[in-house]
């Protein structure tokens, strides 16, 4: 069982940053790739970054590619997303997700993962 905590969000205006981390319970932390999530109002779950086993492979959405970076830090069982220039289309609610793998690679974005948090509120005001 792992439980996951996610922290961060908030309120920014367009072109600022936030940096989002989760936290992770449990014993069996680096068993799991670890990926960011977000929902808009209306709209379905969406992937926006993931991050392998050991932190060597990370994958990101194109909307958000050049801007976002996923890292982890397996002896904190913490997961993060850096988000820089910002846009009004980022506001969200965001989602930190654990998935049990067996390689050293990042899972697809359509990958089903078997644990998730509770998520948070990021608005970016234009």
């Known amino acids: 069982q792992v439980q996951l905590v996610e922290s961060g969000g908030g309120l920014v205006q367009a072109g600022g940053s936030l940096r989002l981390s989760c936290a992770a319970s449990?014993?069996?932390?680096?068993?799991?790739?670890m990926g960011w999530f977000r929902q808009a109002p209306g709209k379905e779950r969406e992937f926006v970054a993931a991050v392998s086993k050991s932190g060597g492979f990370t994958g990101y959405a194109d909307s958000v590619k050049d801007r976002f970076t996923i890292s982890r830090d397996n002896a904190k069982n913490s997961v993060y997303l850096q988000m820089n220039s910002l846009k009004p289309e980022d506001t969200a609610v965001y989602y930190c997700?654990?998935?049990?793998?067996?390689?050293?690679?990042?899972?697809?974005?359509?990958?089903?993962?078997?644990?998730w948090g509770q998520g948070t509120q990021v608005t970016v005001s234009s």
């Open positions: 449990g014993r069996t932390f680096t068993s799991y790739a």
């Open positions: 997700a654990a998935r049990r793998v067996a390689g050293w690679g990042i899972p697809a974005p359509r990958d089903e993962y078997d644990y």
